[in-house]
């Protein structure tokens, strides 16, 4: 069974940074595209990051361009979005996604190519 657990939420003011980790057990994690999602109360869910298996080349939502990284350690089957100059707008649950299959060579800012999903991580954003 896939799991994706992810860590490193919590409450940061304006202007800070967090963290966000992601593991994925029991699948060879270098095979797979790996994304980060968001979601606000009331909103939907939106593509927040990715990154590619094949080169570990990246994709992310225009309102976080600049301002967060999202990157991957294969050796530990991690990837990690790091958040910088957050902002009240950044609030939201954020979750880890990875498709079912390996490989390929997909878009990786729609929700329905990823068929495993984190229990999600709250992060807050407020003074």
């Known amino acids: 069974q896939v799991q994706l657990v992810e860590s490193g939420g919590g409450l940061v003011q304006p202007g800070g940074s967090l963290t966000l980790s992601c593991t994925q057990s029991v699948r060879t994690f270098a095979n797979y595209d790996m994304a980060w999602f968001r979601q606000a109360p009331g909103k939907d869910r939106e593509f927040v990051a990715g990154i590619r298996w094949s080169d570990s080349s990246t994709a992310y939502t225009d309102s976080v361009k600049g301002r967060f990284t999202i990157s991957r350690d294969n050796d530990k089957s991690t990837v990690y979005l790091q958040m910088h100059s957050l902002k009240p707008e950044d609030t939201a649950v954020y979750y880890c996604?990875?498709?079912?299959?390996?490989?390929?060579?997909?878009?990786?800012?729609?929700?329905?190519?990823?068929?495993?999903w984190g229990q999600g991580t709250q992060v807050t954003v407020s003074s």
């Open positions: 996604a990875s498709p079912y299959r390996p490989y390929g060579n997909r878009r990786l800012d729609t929700a329905s190519v990823y068929g495993y």
